[in-house]
């Protein structure tokens, strides 16, 4: 089967914007009633994925996809923890409607309540409530809930370690994904995602998470960001900073997803990082939409580039089902019971 | 010939670092004299260089280096202007007395005296000073002198024009070229450098800033940051913002180095940018120093990946000379009146 792990709910019906718009209108304007999550009804959840992701997952022959709220929607930026409780909530559980609805084709990944240096409480107790609740299989981390201006310490510093904690205790993986960047310096798609992605590697090359938290795992998406181009770069810094080989150091815990848009960067990914540690997705229906005029194809069709790059069937069968089986052991256990 | 546009005098006798070590304490003490730039003789630059840039450059087949002050030391985040000032004539002229000393290996790429959210009049001056006076062949641009804040306007706001005004008229490019991270989510050389690549190449995507300065060049280097890995999702990003293509918007005026440290990178950068918008770079001696233990070669012996390249000698004669020539014009006029 084919696995997608990396899909957001960027559809939503708009009542979902329109309580958003609300929730912040009542922090500008405290005089304004407290706003309640909306009443959204099936067939408006059916219509916003069936023609939508649940299409295109078909029409490429996808089989599931590991779904959460839009991640440009996250908006960690806004400091207000109720406010952040209340929307992580609500995006969780819309998400978790559409896997209700089409349980064949999604598994639920949730958003944290974060805030810009808050406490992680708030995440750990949403985080605990979609996996056990919910039957969520992973949750997205953002390394920058200040939305770039990177006021948060590395994820190797303690502050994370509550979530870390019951990231172990559940056996969840996390996908790094910042939202949306509040600095012009930074495009949101096109350099402050990119930017996280090589930013938290980094990180995890300078420290010694993953002694402390020996199953701890990160996806880090959109193709590891910077870094299997600059493969070469981070070898050397390991060795000049005294540190392990990355690839024993980080990647025992650490993989890469495919949401790279064009044939000779999925090429290089495979040829750097190797099929152990690439996991299939497209991100379909986010930063990049369209088809490549030169080429006919989709820009996020990745399976395309996949299917293209020369691998044996082992490999494909990795980077598209095993690997993921293997960092979302719920998801496993979950297909395994349903006979898959 | 071959030609290296990219190195940073990361040698420089102790007493350059005295001298700014120097200059910070009387920032952190008024009370402290003023300190002088210090005399440093010519057998100790001769030294410092022929046992390190020159001779590794010689070893390796090149030619002549474009040579700037350290990268890391610029220190833009040093909020004093009179302090900035005298610290990039330092770092300039010292260079200076190396081309001095190397006519043959050596041409000069100056400092700016930036400051986070100062008016640019001091690096304009500095710009102009070594150009006209010290024949320097171009600028290192800071696109975020607050080390790792970045709380500059993009390099397409009007912020910035003053220089650009000088940088047409003088006729030099600039390389982008960041300075220390100060913020702890960005090593500087494994996540900060990179980063600033991205991110200024976005800003470029998203403005207009070659329709008001035609002739305006910038140099990104470390082979683009993420850029040519993610080739494709720059174009498609452009699409959808109803932007032209990257090649034809961006890539008549943005050259990328080769400062790519594998293998493989190195073969992504050529297959996707084409010969025309490359230029060799080794950063020397800069961020990534030591031998690759698989291989047995030098991470930063670029010229070695790109004679594995599979280019043609026309190729390779762009990338090697004739590219930088025609970004680095004064260079091209100072080679030729000497008979190169």
């Known amino acids: ?68 709220p839009r991640a440009s929607g996250m908006e960690h930026h806004v400091p207000d923890p109720e406010t952040a409780r209340v929307w ?50 992973g949750c997205n981390l953002n390394p920058d809930p200040s939305g770039g201006h990177w006021t948060s310490p590395p994820l190797t510093d303690a502050y994370w370690f509550p979530l870390y904690e019951t990231m172990a205790e ?63 770069r981070y070898r050397g810094l390991a060795v000049r900073m005294g540190r392990p080989d990355p690839s024993d150091h980080v990647m025992k815990n650490v993989f890469f997803d495919t949401c790279v848009y064009h044939q000779p960067g999925i090429d290089l990914l495979h040829q750097v990082i190797g099929p152990d540690n690439v996991l299939f997705a497209s991100e379909m229906l986010g930063a990049v939409r369209g088809v490549d005029p030169e080429t006919g194809i989709a820009w996020d069709d990745t399976k395309r580039y996949i299917d293209n790059a020369g691998l044996t069937d082992e490999e494909r069968h990795k980077i598209f089902e095993t690997n993921a089986r293997r960092v979302y052991p719920r998801l496993h256990a979950r297909l395994t019971s349903e006979g898959r």
Chains 1, 2 share one sequence.
């Open 1 to 68: 089967m084919i696995i997608d792990c990396h899909g957001h709910y960027t559809t939503t019906p708009p009542r979902q914007q329109a309580f958003r718009d609300a929730q912040l209108a009542r922090l500008a304007d405290p005089s304004l009633p407290v706003p309640a999550p909306p009443a959204i009804g099936d067939d408006a959840i059916r219509e916003s994925v069936e023609n939508n992701q649940l299409k295109v997952l078909r029409e490429r022959g996808g089989d599931l996809m590991l779904f959460s």
């Open 88 to 137: 992580a909530r609500a995006s969780n559980d819309l998400v978790h409607r559409v896997v209700g609805l089409f349980p064949r084709h999604f598994a639920g990944v949730c958003q944290l309540p974060q805030t810009p240096g808050g406490a992680l409480d708030d995440a750990t107790a949403e985080l605990r409530r979609c996996v056990e609740d919910l039957g969520f299989v």
């Open 170 to 232: 559940l056996d969840v993986p996390a996908m790094i994904h910042v939202s949306a960047s509040c600095n012009p310096a930074f495009h949101t798609l096109g350099a402050h995602y990119l930017n996280a992605d090589t930013s938290v590697f980094m990180q995890l090359v300078q420290g010694d998470l993953f002694e402390r938290f020996p199953t701890l795992r990160f996806v880090i998406p959109h193709g590891g960001g910077a870094v299997p181009y600059h493969w070469g």
